[in-house]
C-alpha cells in the first residue's frame, strides 16, 4: 500500500491498526472476487459501528450477539466467493487469494473500535459508558453510513476495473457525513444531557480522515497493490522502558538514580517529510502531538478534578464546570530519597513537536510538562497503589486503589514501577488532593538522541547560597518573580535576577526586594525559596565530585571522600540504614531486606566556571518499524513547600533524565 508522509490532524487509536494508504495508483482488471469481498467489509465496519452506537446511546454494554452476528456474515460470504474462484473465470479469483477473512476481519474490528473510542473516549464493549449520548451514537451511525458507502464505491470500482466514481458516488457520501455531523452537533443542548457529544465537537474532519485511509487500504489490498511501495510513517508510538530508565533529582546526590513506571506511552502524528514518501528513504519527518495513544495502551487523556474519569484532552464536557482535560506523560511517578518520599504526577503543556530521521534514528523534540508533587504515603509506598490488576490499560478495572483519593475503588493498571515496594500505580487512583500537594513545578523536557549539556559560567550562571559553596556557581535557581520560575541564568526570567531575592507571601508576594521591609504582610519574607543552593554535598565539598567509570555512564559522578552510606537491598535500596533492624516488614520495609549496599553520594559537579553536566541519548536506526533509542534531557527543577523534601534532594537543582523507550512506527515495509 502506498503511505504519504502527510499531516494526521487527529491521528487516533490507529496504532493497533495498520497504516492505511492512499489509493492503487494503476487499475486492475475488473474483478468479482475483489469487488464482493470489498462490499463484506462495507457490511461488516457498518453493522459493528451500529452495534457500538445502540450500546452508545443506550447506556448499555455491546450486544456480543449483535457483534457475533455482523462478523459471522462476512466470513460464511468470504468462504462461500473463495469455493467459487475458478481460473476459468479470471474475475472471480481475488489477487488477495482466499482465506483473507481472518486478515481482514481483525482489522475491520479494530478500525470501528478505533472510531468508536474517539467518538466515545475511553468506549469499552464489556462496560456500559458512564451516561448515554445520542449525540455521539449518532455520529457512530454517520461513520458507519461513510464507511460502507465508500466501500461500496471501491466495490463498484473493482467489479469494473474502472476509477472510483468521486463525483457520482463518493463525494455525495461524505457531503452526507457532514450533513449528519453538524446536525447532531447543532442539536446539543445543556438541558438535555443524552444530546452532547461525548468527544469534543469539531472531529468531523478527524473521523472521516480514518475512515478514507480505512477504505482506501481494503481497495488496496483486495486490488492486490498492499505493499507494493513502502510507505512511511504517519504515527510513531514511544513507550519508555523502566528497567532502563535514569532520574537525576536535585544537587544533594540524594535523588540520583531513581527508577521511572513502565508504560509511559506518547503518540505523536508525523506531519512532513523531506524524503520521497517511500521507506526508509523518508528522510528527515517533523512531528506533533501527543494525540491519543491506541488500544492497549495508556489513556492519557483524564480529567483535572478525578483522573479516574477518562476525557479527550481540550474537551472537557465530562470533567465538569470548571474542570479541564488534561494530557498525562505516564502515570504517577513514586519516589523516595533521604528518608522522604513524594508522588509526582506529570501532564504536557502545549504541544509535543520535533524532528526524526528516518534511517539514523537521530531525534530532536521539545516537550514541557506540570509536575504536580505529593507528599508519599509512605516511605516504601510514595503513591496509591492499584492492587490485584492482571493487565495494564485494558479498561477493565480489575484491581482496586490502596491509598489516595480513591482508596477501595476499582481501578486498572496504569504502569509498575521496577522497584517492587512502589508497585503499580494507575490514573484511577490518584494521591490525596487537596491536602497533599506540596508543588506544581514547570519542566522542560526539550530532549534529544544526541547529548544535552549545561556549562558553569561566570559570567550567567546563579550564584550558590549555601555558606559551604560561597563565592562558587550552582547549575539552577529560581527567578525573583511571583511563579519562582526555574532558571539557569538571568535570560531565563526576563527583567527578573536567577536567585534573587523577592517578597515571599504578604502584598508584595514575588516582587523584587532587598530588605524585609520593602515585603509588607503577616508572614512575609524577603528571601529566596527552597534550600540554600549548592554545587553538591560531598565532604570535601568543591573538590570532592568525581567522574565515576564504575557506575556504567560516563557522566555519572559520585563523591570521592563520602560520605559513604548504608541502605537496605535488595528492594528498598532507598531506605537508609546502619543495621538490618532498620530494614525490612518490622520497620514498613521488604521482606527480607537487610542493611546490605553501601555507596558513595552521587554529585553533579564542584560548582566551579566552565564544569559540564551531561544527559546522553541514544540514535537507533529504525528496523522493520521498531527501534529503541534513549532520551536525554537537562532541566532545573523548582523547591517544593515541604523543606523536608527541599533538603533531601537539594531543590531548586538540576534534572536529568535519560530514559530508554521502545519505538514503533505505523510505515509499512
Known sequence: MRIGCRSVAFATTLAAVLAFGAPASALPPGNKCSAGKTGLTAKNVAGLLKCFSKATGGHLTVDSNCTGKVNLGPTLGSAKIDLGESLKKPASVCPAGAGDIGIIQPQTNAQAVAIATALAPGFNQSTPYDFASKCSAGKMGCAAKLSAGLLKCHSAALAGGVGVDDTNCGNPKRAAFDACYTKLEAGETMTKPASECIAPNGDGPAIKAMIEGFTNHIANYYSGFVNQTPGCASQIVFAGTST???????????????????????????????????APACGTCTYHGPVPNGPGKLWAGRCSNDTSIQCVPGGAALCGLGNTCKSFFGTYLPLAAGGVSTCVENTFTGNVTGTTDYATGDSAGAAHVVSRVFTGLSLSHPCPRCLGDATPNDGVKGGTCSGGNNDTKPCDASGSSPNASFGTTSLDCPPLDPGGLIATLPI??????????????????????????????????????????????????????????????????????SMASECPGGGAACSVPGAATAGNQCDGGSTDCFDNPQLGDPNKRTCGTGPSESFCGPVETFRGCTTNAQCGVGVGGAPGDTCSVTRFRDCFDNGLDTEVVTASGVAD????????????????????????????????GLGRLELGGHATDNGTS
Open 621 to 652: 536506526p529504525p528496523s522493520g518499524h521498531v527501534s529503541d533509542p534513549t532520551l536525554a534531557a537537562l532541566f532545573c527543577i523548582g523547591p517544593t513547600t515541604a523543606g523536608a523534601v527541599n533538603a533531601a534532594a537539594g531543590l531548586p
Open 244 to 278: 532502563t530508565g535514569v532520574l537525576d533529582t536535585g544537587w544533594t546526590g540524594q535523588g540520583h538514580n531513581s527508577t521511572v513506571v513502565s508504560e509511559g506511552t506518547v503518540t505523536v502524528a508525523v506531519d512532513t517529510c523531506t524524503g520521497d514518501g517511500s
Open 444 to 513: 522542560d523536557l526539550t530532549n534529544t538522541t544526541g547529548n544535552k549539556t549545561k556549562t558553569l559560567s561566570a559570567a550567567t550562571s546563579p550564584p550558590c547560597t549555601d555558606g559551604t559553596f560561597a563565592g562558587l556557581l550552582c547549575q539552577c535557581d529560581t527567578c525573583n518573580n511571583a511563579a519562582a520560575t526555574p532558571c539557569s541564568s538571568n535570560a531565563d526570567c526576563g527583567a527578573g535576577i536567577c536567585g534573587g531575592l523577592r517578597c515571599t507571601g504578604g502584598t508584595n508576594n514575588g516582587a523584587p526586594c
